[in-house]
């Protein structure tokens, strides 16, 4: 993986396994996106306006910034790309704006 910085090694840290690997192969086939949030406590969930349910609290969702042309492919890519041969893709691939121009792309798995 490209060099990333502390704050996306430590979201990468916070994943699960099998998570960790949907992103290490999503951040290869597009390396320009940067890591903007991973696993969240409860409370820190609430903060940001999470759902109740959401897959960031198990580590299992990673949202993800950068050039729109990228999020927008990488989107199409994690639909597609498979870990393993009991992999079924993701739960949730989601193109999000929050306020502002700013968009980002939310994936679970
Ligand atoms: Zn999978
Ligand atoms: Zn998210």
Known sequence: MPSRTYAEQKI??????????H?????EVAPLLRLSSGRRTA???????GSPRSWHLRGRAVDLIGPEWDLTRAAG?????RV???CTGPEEVLL????G???HLHVAW
């Open 96 to 99: 999000e704006y929050l306020g």
């Open 77 to 81: 890519e994690a639909w597609a790309l």
């Open 23 to 27: 992103v290490s192969q999503l951040l």
């Open 43 to 49: 409370q820190r969930n609430r903060e940001v306006g």
């Open 12 to 21: 990468l840290r916070g994943l699960t396994p099998h998570t960790l690997a």
């Open 101 to 103: 121009p700013r968009q």
């Open 84 to 86: 393993g041969h009991h």
